[in-house]
């Protein structure tokens, strides 16, 4: 018996071992299959795999989920182990081989701060005492790439679910900006515009995970203050974004260090709301609050003296009362 087990074992890959993991997790097999970019065919083929190889259930519906069996309850800890071991193994050989011969850092970076950082990282000041970076867009898979060291770090609003990724708060978005055409009607009004000027236009924002998926801040502020409800659109990037705000006349607020894209669209203008206005969003929705996203100390490949510069080039970027044009590494 005991060698027909293992057996069957030894058939099964890392794959489907990786199915009962995020099965167990997740509690649905569609949520694992849109998880590890698979078919959902292919899932059922592994879970049966598995049901095979351990002569059990393993997974059982109810409540519309799959709940695990006593003998899965007891298998998790292990093949998370396993799995682990896959990863270090992953680790030492691609450590042993890195094909970074230029020694640069990789870092994933979330939403808001991707042109900003780009500029304070690329001054010679910065380049000298950093060494040379390169920076990606935080995806769904960077958490992914971060854990397995093909990424050094990570800098984001989202919360991965990897609990083995370490994540320090490095600061909160403190300014907002709003941005339109030059020739919108709104730049007529005084320099303090105001939250219920802004709700008088129609509205654009982009969907942030973690932040506002559910719904607007300025949106929620419109319910709680009895203001008309907001001619509003969302969108999904920064390109799409540009576009609404130039073609259908629409307004936009985005955290101040975004306003470094807009820098490139000659017809729009930006401008800071001020302290008040930004208050009274804060009081109906926190305002993102970025991570520092990161492997244990041991599997770090850069300097506690580096991740200090990078945290602290972060947090001033996001606390300086000026537009992203005027703020240079040190000022």
Known sequence: MASRLLKQLCELDIFTLMV??????TGHANITARELSVSAPKISRCLSSLRLAFDDELFYRRQQKLKATPLAENL????CDFIQSVYQLELQASSSRDCRTDGSL?????????????KVFGQKEMTDKLGKVRLYKWQNDSADLIHSGELD???????PDNQELQLTTVGECREIGM?????????????????????RYPYVYMTIKNFNEKIEPLELYCQQENLPPLEMDSVEDIEEWHAHLLTMNSIGL???????????VSELKCCLLSTSEVEKLKRTLALPCYQLIERSDDYRRYST?????????????????????????GT
Not at 153 to 159: A, Q, V
Not at 257 to 263: N, W
Request: include cysteine.
């Open 76 to 79: 998790y800890r292990p093949v």
């Open 254 to 264: 985005v955290p101040a260090t975004e306003l470094c894209q807009t820098d490139r």
């Open 179 to 199: 941005v339109c055409r030059k020739d919108h009607p709104i730049w007529q009004h005084s320099s303090n515009i105001t939250l219920e000027e802004i709700a």
């Open 20 to 25: 009962f993991k995020t099965i167990y997790e």
């Open 153 to 159: 770090l990570g800098i984001s609003i989202e919360i």
């Open 305 to 329: 003296e580096q991740r200090q510069l990078i945290t602290d080039v972060v947090t001033r970027l996001l606390s300086f009362r000026v537009l992203p044009e005027e703020r240079q590494f």
């Open 106 to 118: 990789q870092i994933a970076i979330g939403y808001g701060l991707l042109s900003a950082l780009s």
